[in-house]
């Protein structure tokens, strides 16, 4: 139930989406938001599939909104968050730790992690 919960935190970067005029940005983060609560909500392959092109929608739009800003110094703080949420979730998932932890409940709280560090990542994206 933690992630549903932790899934809320991506409103915050559709208002910031909003605010800075970023309406396609927020749309993606408003899709993202709905899938992942429905896929912590109502786990199957379908919900997955959709969640997980949402995630990818988002980090190729976030991405180019950062390569086209690469002129600024504070583009690297980005990187070292998108490199640690790759460690956390795909690392992990090699070893199976982290948010693949065989104890669901260490596992999802990694994940709701990885969900802050996403929100922020992308807040950055959006400041620079």
Same mark, same amino acid.
Request: glycine share 8%; proline share 0%; with cysteine.
């Given at each position: 139930? !933690?992630?549903? /919960? +932790? &899934?809320f935190i991506f409103i915050t970067n559709i208002i910031t989406t909003l605010y800075f005029n970023y309406y396609l940005y927020a749309s993606w983060f408003t899709l993202l938001t709905i899938t992942s609560v429905c896929y912590h909500t109502y786990t199957n392959i379908y919900t997955k599939i959709i969640d997980k092109f949402? !995630? %990818? &929608? !988002? $980090? %190729? /739009? =976030?991405g180019n909104l950062l390569y086209t800003k690469?002129?600024?110094?504070?583009? @690297? %703080?980005?990187i070292i968050l998108f490199m640690l949420s790759i /460690? !956390? @979730? =795909? @690392? =992990?998932y090699i070893i199976q730790q982290y948010c693949h932890h065989p104890n669901l409940r260490i596992g999802n709280k990694y994940h709701c992690l990885?969900? $802050? $560090? +996403?929100?922020i990542a992308h807040h950055l994206i959006i400041f620079i």
């Open positions: 139930m !933690i992630l549903v /919960y +932790s &899934s949402a !995630i %990818l &929608s !988002i $980090i %190729l /739009y =976030g690469k002129n600024n110094r504070n583009i @690297y %703080l980005v /460690y !956390i @979730y =795909g @690392y =992990g990885l969900h $802050i $560090i +996403s929100c």
